[in-house]
C-alpha cells in the first residue's frame, strides 16, 4: 500500500507558474504509476497527466500539453506537476493518484481514474485573472 501527499498548491496570478508534489511512501515506488488528476469548482475530476513507473513515458489530457509537464524523481519517492502559463480555468483541487503494481497497463488506462487504486487528499490552485 502507499500513502500519497500532494503540495504546492496555492493562489496565482495567471500567467504564473507552479509545480505541484505528489510524495509517496513506501520501498517500491518505482513501481507505481501515477496520474495527476484535477477537480475544478461544480465540475466532475478529471485526468490531467500521468507518468510510467520508471517515467519513460508520459501521457497528457490535451489541453495542457505544452504547458504541464509530469515528471518524477524515485529516489526521492516524489512526482511532479509543473505548470506553467497558469489560466483561470485551471482552478481545481489537483490530485495525485497510484495504482496496486503488477497488471499490465495499455496506454488507455493511464487516463482512467478507475483505475487507480490510492488517492491523496489534494491540493487546490486558485488562478485570478
Known amino acids: 500500500q502507499v500513502q500519497l501527499v500532494e503540495s504546492g498548491g496555492g493562489l496565482v496570478q495567471a500567467g504564473g507558474s507552479l509545480r505541484l508534489s505528489c510524495a509517496a511512501s513506501?520501498?517500491?515506488?518505482?513501481?507505481?504509476?501515477i496520474g495527476w488528476f484535477r477537480q475544478a469548482p461544480g465540475k466532475e475530476r478529471g485526468f490531467v497527466a500521468a507518468i510510467t513507473g520508471s517515467g519513460d513515458s508520459t501521457y497528457y489530457e490535451d489541453s495542457v500539453k505544452g504547458r504541464f509537464t509530469i515528471s518524477r524523481d524515485n529516489a526521492k519517492n516524489t512526482v511532479y506537476l509543473q505548470i506553467n502559463s497558469l489560466k483561470p480555468e485551471d482552478t481545481a483541487v489537483y490530485y495525485c493518484?497510484?495504482?496496486?503494481?503488477?497488471?499490465?497497463?495499455?496506454?488507455?488506462?493511464?487516463?482512467?481514474?478507475?483505475?487507480?487504486?490510492?488517492w491523496g487528499q489534494g491540493t487546490r490552485v486558485t488562478v485570478s485573472s
Open positions: 493518484a497510484a495504482d496496486r503494481p503488477g497488471a499490465y497497463w495499455r496506454a488507455s488506462y493511464y487516463y482512467a481514474q478507475d483505475r487507480y487504486d490510492y
Open positions: 513506501g520501498r517500491t515506488f518505482s513501481n507505481y504509476r
